[in-house]
T-cell receptor, first 114, second 114 residues
Framework: DGGITQSPKYLFRKEGQNVTLSCEQN?????MYWYRQDPGQGLRLIYY???????QKGDIAEGYSVSREKKESFPLTVTSAQKNPTAFYLC?????????????FGNGTRLTVT | AQTVTQSQPEMSVQEAETVTLSCTYD???????LFWYKQPPSRQMILVIR??????QNATENRFSVNFQKAAKSFSLKISDSQLGDTAMYFC???????????FGKGITLSVRP
């Protein structure tokens, strides 16, 4: 079955460590996205990529980095520069070039940094 | 920049009744798309309904329908015959026609009472 896989479901890290969240899709979608979800804040866009080897900053990119070397994969690195990294992270994909194409979401990764 | 506002943080409805969730947005774009997403306790984001701004007819999907008022920049979701499985957070979202970047509102928690 086609879909988006985020791993792991729960992730724990010590403050000061970089951590990478995985996102893989087999939907053959061109566009991929990373959102952060905090209570009372809704979903905020971190980074998005509309094509391989290209990506753009979203609304809250500071302290995060991404790569898009393959169409299927869009890993997100939470760096030690991110001041409040504890959150629920959602990855999504869409056909992208079809501008009304809805986003398909993964099941999310809950990151806790102590 | 586009903004999406969901002013009601929580709502409750009796099973089998009808409920309307409000959403307003602000944009200078003339071509855009609007979406409602549902996030049940499993935290999986699910597309409920979408509306193209250039279409005057309101979108419907079974028990779900929208009231799209373009001049007022309003996009409310009506859920008829509410079911217990409708209990979830609901997010309104905006996508400009020029790219695939999706902006979400802060969401509303809907509880359906038996």
């Amino acid at each position: 079955d086609g879909g988006i896989t985020q791993s792991p479901k729960y992730l724990f890290r010590k403050e000061g460590q970089n951590v990478t969240l995985s996102c893989e899709q087999n939907l053959n979608h061109d566009a991929m996205y990373w959102y952060r979800q905090d209570p009372g804040q809704g979903l905020r866009l971190i980074y998005y990529s509309q094509i391989v080897n290209d990506f753009q900053k979203g609304d809250i990119a500071e302290g995060y980095s991404v790569s898009r070397e393959k169409k299927e994969s869009f890993p997100l690195t939470v760096t030690s520069a991110q001041k409040n990294p504890t959150a629920f992270y959602l990855c999504a994909s869409s056909r992208g070039t079809v501008y009304n194409s809805p986003l398909h979401f993964g099941n999310g990764t809950r990151l806790t940094v102590t | 920049a586009q903004t999406v506002t969901q002013s009601q943080p929580e709502m409750s409805v009796q099973e089998a009744e009808t409920v309307t969730l409000s959403c307003t947005y602000d944009t200078s774009e003339s071509n855009y798309y609007l979406f409602w997403y549902k996030q049940p306790p499993s935290r999986q984001m699910i597309l409920v309904i979408r509306q193209e701004a250039y279409k005057q007819q309101n979108a419907t999907e079974n028990r779900f329908s929208v009231n799209f008022q373009k001049a007022a920049k309003s996009f409310s979701l009506k859920i008829s015959d509410s079911q217990l499985g409708d209990t979830a957070m609901y997010f309104c979202a905006f996508m400009p026609g020029a790219n695939s970047k999706l902006t979400f509102g802060k969401g509303i928690t809907l509880s359906v009472r038996p």
